[in-house]
């Protein structure tokens, strides 16, 4: 790489400078109150750092909300996601975002790498990386907190890499398509249906053009194809086995079969928010960016009126368009067919397959790019034209808007300028002066795409996330004793309730148990009979007020160790009594609270037990009274009991409880979590793993020894 080459690449990537100095703050969408950075993935690592440094153990099980859940089948645990454990070395928020701008280059690695395969000009391939790297949407799903997704997304333009390769005679490049797509589903399972139909497609398309279908010969043709597929599949289920097994499960028992087709296409994008195709909308609603940056829009549009391009991208741009079609969801019947087949139906969110539009735009840019840097006449009909039209669109726009409110937005003004000047340096390119237009094309994309993105997403000091509940937390703070607390209007931010290890009974996460959802719908009297991503859910999405007309049970709750109850509007309940006198948010202890552990006797009466080991994997009690023991934590899979050292088959208390039967006398009582779907898929992965780099070696060796 030369020095030109070098300075341009310095600049491209020196804004991520100042993204790495944002990285001990927590991004938000700009003017948000929530971001899942905040309210999912910075609790979820702190609760893992907490276990590893007191309990020396990684958590299989969490009781951080929801009155408990299996940590090891949750997909926003991040667990099984290998570069994840980069992230536990760091404070929270430093692992997190720092994790997320190592995925970012490595994502424009991997479109660079996939350009270059298909040889396309370095500079069209960097271009493209780049238009991948400074995507917006990305950007804006990085402020909305969703950084599993923004690392699972990072890695399709490896998958595209891999598919290249995988009909190749080097057989060792077959195992690539399976093993990027393990590691996809292992970062965010949200993204394998995308990235699977991405991966299913483009195979058939390239396996059948290079081995086009013959009458004579069909079966034999498609052998391959399906052999090649199969590999993959089984490949990609063996390398994220550690989850799939353990999800599988917890998703037959979970709320998730209660989502119906108005629940998969919540946040389809609104047909009025197609201009976003070429007006940035600054921090607006992550789902609904479509701003892919006007000069990867500009090089589709070139690309589509040039004769000797067109042939070259039209798959993409079918592609580019297929994704539009999906992500207006409700306001077509497309999305509405394709989230009911099988795999789809647990997808929600179609817009979410815009991210695919963006890796399409960017591979479109470097097709046009590359062509145009070929030395070849460019006499003839001229496509410029057809970039004006849009140009003298936004321009009317801007003037119309102008004299009718008096005030244009920022959006507008800076989406004409960028045309403007878009069209200005394709017209020089005309005019042979390619090389240098092209530089100054590819500044003004990154111009373009930065400003974008600084705009999509707002860091805020930990000082300012964290500081305002601390009044209402030093309330609830006691030590040597189990409790929960319960908020119907989501008072006890779970970022708050993870700094100040207070244990939730309410919860945002997509992941419920339905056993536990029924419960709560009679212990907080609040109608639970849809899917929804909080416990309790929020009718309007207003917690503050969606819950005030509905009256919790005491007893329910207490029965569920819930001791304080914390509201922003006042609670009337039997066994609630108002502790604080300082005004909002209202905190109320309950009168009616149980241990997290108690021992029912013969006289249904509450005796006390002696609790010595509580962590999230082992819970180990005495006690020398007969009755039964009751532990207030959610019935799952994998407990297992051992009274003496004997084994004891845990029973159902209550429809939800752990509960086991003693005998009079002092018994110590051990509960163990050990998920055995979970060890089978670590030790299937593991043999996996261990397998692919033994094959791996041999064949750089066997090769190394070849060219020598």
Excluded at 63 to 68: E, K, Q, R, Y
Excluded at 297 to 311: D, E, K, N, S
Aim: charged content about 15%; some cysteine.
């Amino acid at each position: 790489m030369n020095f030109k080459y070098r300075l341009i690449l310095g600049i491209s990537l020196l804004p991520l400078v100042y993204f790495a100095f944002q990285a001990n703050r927590i991004p938000y969408p700009p003017d948000s109150g929530y971001s899942d950075f905040a309210i999912t993935h910075f609790p979820n690592l702190v609760y893992l750092q907490d276990s590893i440094r007191q309990y020396g153990q990684v958590p299989l099980w969490s009781n951080a909300i929801l009155g408990g859940y299996p940590y090891d089948a949750n997909p926003l645990s991040s667990l099984w996601y290998p570069p994840y454990w980069a992230s536990v070395i760091f404070p929270a928020q430093i692992g997190l975002n720092v994790l997320v701008i190592a995925h970012l280059v490595w994502g424009a690695a991997g479109m660079y790498s996939y350009l270059l395969l298909l040889n396309h000009h370095r500079f069209g391939a960097f271009m493209a990386a780049m238009a991948f790297m400074w995507m917006p949407k990305i950007f804006a799903h990085w402020g909305a907190g969703h950084v599993t997704l923004v690392w699972a997304v990072c890695w399709t333009p490896w998958l595209l890499y891999s598919m290249r390769g995988q009909f190749s005679n080097e057989k060792i490049k077959r195992t690539y398509p399976g093993i990027i797509l393990g590691l996809i589903f292992l970062a965010d399972p949200r993204w394998i249906v995308w990235a699977g139909s991405l991966y299913l497609i483009y195979s058939c398309y390239v396996y059948l053009t290079k081995n086009p279908l013959k009458r004579t010969f069909f079966i034999k043709n498609l052998t391959g194809l399906f052999l090649q597929l199969g590999t993959t599949l089984i490949l990609a289920l063996l390398v994220s086995a550690p989850l799939l097994l353990p999800l599988a499960q917890y998703t037959s028992l979970s709320t998730r079969a209660m989502m119906d087709i108005s629940s998969q296409l919540l946040y389809s994008l609104p047909v009025n928010h197609l201009l976003g195709v070429i007006i940035p909308d600054f921090g607006g609603f992550s789902e609904w960016i479509s701003y892919f940056g006007i000069v990867p829009l500009f090089g589709m549009i070139y690309g589509v009126a040039h004769r000797r391009i067109r042939p070259k991208i039209w798959l993409w741009v079918v592609g580019f368009i297929i994704c539009f079609l999906v992500a207006i969801g409700d306001q077509t019947p497309i999305a509405s067919v394709i989230m009911r087949l099988p795999v789809f139906e647990w997808q929600r969110i179609p817009t979410r397959i815009l991210f695919l539009a963006g890796v399409f735009s960017a591979v479109i840019l470097s097709n046009v790019i590359s062509e145009i840097l070929k030395d070849e006449d460019e006499s003839g009909f001229d496509p410029i034209f057809f970039l004006v039209i849009p140009t003298i669109f936004l321009v009317l726009l801007f003037l119309g808007i102008q004299l009718v409110n008096k005030e244009i937005s920022n959006e507008f003004i800076w989406a004409t300028i960028v045309a403007v000047l878009g069209v200005l340096i394709f017209r020089l390119i005309r005019k042979n002066k390619k090389k240098v237009m092209i530089i100054l094309l590819g500044f003004l994309m990154l111009f373009d795409l930065i400003g974008s993105d600084i705009q999509m997403i707002e860091f805020r000091s930990l000082e300012n996330v964290f500081t305002p509940k601390n009044k209402t937390t030093q309330l609830l703070s006691e030590s040597g004793e189990l409790f929960r607390v319960y908020s119907p209007s989501y008072s006890i931010p779970q970022e708050i309730a993870a700094i100040e290890r207070i244990q939730l009974l309410d919860g945002i996460d997509p992941m419920q148990l339905r056993q536990t959802v029924d419960y709560m719908e009679a212990a907080a009297g609040i109608p639970m009979d849809q899917y929804s991503v909080t416990m309790p859910p929020f009718k309007t999405g207003n917690p503050e007020v969606d819950n005030q007309d509905f009256l919790p049970d005491a007893r329910l709750l207490g029965k569920m160790n819930v001791k304080y109850v914390v509201s922003e509007f006042p609670i009337h309940s039997k066994g609630l009594n108002l502790i604080n006198s300082s005004g909002i948010p209202y905190v109320y202890q309950n009168r009616y609270f149980l241990p997290r552990i108690y021992l029912m006797n013969d006289n249904h009466n509450v005796d006390q037990v002696d609790v010595r080991y509580y962590s999230p994997n082992q819970i180990t009690i005495s006690s020398d009274r007969a009755g039964t023991i009751v532990f207030a934590d959610v019935m799952y899979p994998g407990w297992i009991c051992k009274v003496d050292g004997v084994p004891i088959p845990l029973k159902s208390y209550d429809g939800l409880f752990r509960s086991v039967i003693v005998n009079d006398g002092n018994h110590i009582i051990e509960l163990n979590y050990r998920p055995v779907l979970l060890y089978i898929g670590l030790a299937v992965s593991v043999v996996t793993w261990v397998l692919l780099v033994a094959i791996l070696l041999y064949y750089f060796k066997k090769k190394k020894h070849h060219v020598v």
